[in-house]
């Protein structure tokens, strides 16, 4: 009977290696995601800076 609650060194490796892989997938996504927010953030913020700018000349 094993008495050490730990895993092995081997799984804790494997288990960095996939959660090291499932990153790097994801990586690309998670970057997609947030320069797509930003592009949105940018637009709406330049067309409330018109709308607001077109309400001061009114």
Same mark, same amino acid.
């Given at each position: 009977?094993? $008495?050490?609650?730990?895993? $092995? ?23 997609? $995601? =947030?320069?797509?927010?930003? =592009? ?19």
């Amino acid at each position: 009977m094993n $008495s050490n609650p730990r895993p $092995s060194t081997a799984g804790r490796t494997s288990r960095i290696h996939r959660t090291r892989r499932w990153l790097g997938r994801r990586r690309t996504a998670v970057f997609s $995601s =947030a320069l797509r927010g930003a =592009a949105y953030a940018t637009g709406a913020g330049i067309v409330g800076l018109g709308f607001f700018l077109l309400q001061q000349q009114i």
